[in-house]
């Protein structure tokens, strides 16, 4: 009888007190997201080593141990302006500077041919150390058999800045000066283009 008598008295009074609720008072799993206030969590209240994979995220500050500048995905692009001729020595047509990185590198060449015989465009993508090669032949100047295309694809992986690089030269036949000028074989619509990816492998078979 006394201990409801102050029951009442409290109830009556409206006197308040504070309900704390510890880790202690929740059962494990019975908290869903709708118990959760939408955006009140942070890093500082999530155990980061017991996250499962994250789907999407807009901001990231690493992946697995690398940091955002070590981990790109990046495209570079430069395409040539003006037609350049090429003798029988290398000619750089053009080439495109990158930072380091694992890249895929391709390149394209329009070469045409102004002498009177059959002549070689052979062009070459260095891309740091690794190189790839093509060669066309062009027939006598004087119609649309005198053009043709060369493509280039290398892969290159560097830990400092480097160049990718088109060079051309001619090859053909002795009666011809391939060195002289003005050059017999021209470069025009040179595109280079990279792609960065630093979880690309690079592989032989």
Do not use: W
Request: charged residues 20%.
């Amino acid at each position: 009888m006394f201990v409801a008598l102050i029951a009442l008295f409290v109830a009556l009074g409206g006197s308040a007190y504070a309900l704390t609720i510890t880790g202690r008072d929740v059962k494990n799993g019975s908290l869903t997201g709708a118990d959760v206030r939408k955006d009140s969590l942070g890093g500082r209240q999530i155990k980061e080593s017991r996250v499962g994979k994250v789907p999407k995220a807009k901001v990231a500050d690493k992946l697995g141990s690398r940091t955002v500048s070590q981990v790109t995905t990046r495209a570079f692009f430069a395409a040539q302006k003006a037609a350049k001729g090429f003798t029988g020595n290398e000619t750089l047509i053009g080439k495109l500077t990158l930072p380091a990185g694992a890249y895929i590198v391709s390149a394209k060449v329009t070469a045409s041919n102004s002498a009177t015989g059959t002549l070689k465009a052979v062009c070459f993508l260095r891309a740091g150390t690794s190189e790839d090669r093509a060669t066309v032949a062009l027939a006598p100047g004087g119609n649309a058999a005198n053009t043709g295309s060369l493509s280039l694809l290398q892969a290159h992986v560097q830990n400092s800045p480097f160049d990718a690089s088109v060079l051309c030269k001619a090859e053909g036949s002795e009666g011809l000066n391939l060195f002289g000028q003005p050059p017999f074989t021209t470069a025009t619509n040179t595109k280079i283009a990279a792609i960065r990816a630093d979880d690309a492998q690079v592989l032989d078979f």
